[in-house]
């Protein structure tokens, strides 16, 4: 049985993976606690290569405090550039395929068509640098990989922004959302199954692709069905961005085109507000 290891087990997208892995009874899936799977510690890390010889490694570790990044840069750069060129390094030495996840930040965000995978990256925020500074170290240092770029991630584990809307929701009369940011919400229980997928096919269409759910929407409009499906009733206003000053500048489009993830990697992707109704019944 072939071994599958999970960096950032103990995340959001590490604990759907867990999940999702048990429901579909898919085995060989290794969580390492955190302090074995540092992955700024290439001499742990090498141990735990030699104990597991994987065939897969899934990293989902991440510096994502996205404004916190803009004073932390070194922090961000080791997290999100050097870990991943650690794990890369490994996964050449011992033929293991690596599924790096990455962002849509690495984009401006300042078109207004659907990003393709080959469209120019230039990130606008240090999250978003030192991803994309993740990405390019992959290539030269591993043949097997897959990319996969997702945007606006929630589901029942961890802090997100449903978890979060539903909170403030509860406890507020009103609540002032973005509505000139515009993206695509990833449910990560659908992401978690598109990377069980790629193991399970064994595919070797290796490269980046681009995962969220399908359509598009704003923060407002997605903090607007929050509370339609979930029946809480508080008043939305939508504001600009420039009303709701951050440190780290955020891509103002960031919808990414799934064509390539559906085509080369077979998978069927939920609209948005399907997904997002079935983690609200999940979250009761």
């Known amino acids: 049985m072939q071994t599958t290891l999970v960096f950032g087990a103990s995340g959001q997208l590490g604990q759907c993976l867990a999940h999702v892995a048990q429901a579909q009874n898919m085995r060989g899936l290794v969580f390492p606690p955190e302090a074995q799977a540092n992955i700024l510690d290439i001499n742990s890390l090498r141990a735990l290569f030699e104990h597991h010889h994987p065939a897969y490694v899934i990293n989902c570790a991440a510096y994502t405090a996205v404004d916190k990044a803009e004073d932390e ?19 050449g030495e011992f033929n293991a395929t690596l599924i790096q996840i990455s962002t849509d930040f690495v984009f401006a965000g300042t078109g207004n068509q659907p990003l393709v995978e080959t469209d120019e990256a230039a990130p606008l925020s240090v999250y978003g640098l030192t991803k994309l500074e993740g990405e390019q170290v992959i290539p030269g240092l591993a043949s097997r990989y897959f990319i996969l770029r997702t945007s606006w991630l929630y589901s029942e584990f961890a802090g997100n922004f449903v978890k979060t809307m539903l ?11 973005i509505w000139d940011q515009v993206g695509t919400p990833c449910y990560a229980i659908d992401l978690a199954g598109c990377i069980l997928h790629i193991i399970d096919s064994q595919s070797q269409a290796y490269g980046i692709y681009h995962y969220s759910n399908e359509g598009v929407t704003s923060w407002y409009d997605f903090a607007t069905a929050i509370f339609e499906l979930s029946n809480v009733l508080v008043k939305t206003v939508p504001i600009r961005t420039a009303e709701y000053p951050t440190k780290a500048t955020r891509p103002a489009y960031s919808v990414m085109d799934k064509s390539k993830v559906k085509r080369e990697l077979g998978v069927t992707i ?7 109704r079935t983690c609200l019944e999940r979250l009761g």
Do not use: M, T, Y
């Open 270 to 276: 939920p609209h948005w507000r399907a997904s997002l």
């Open 73 to 91: 840069v070194d922090l961000a750069r080791r997290v999100n550039r050097d870990g991943v060129e650690n794990l890369a390094r490994l996964c």
């Open 167 to 177: 909170k403030l929701g509860r406890e507020r009369d009103e609540l002032r959302i």
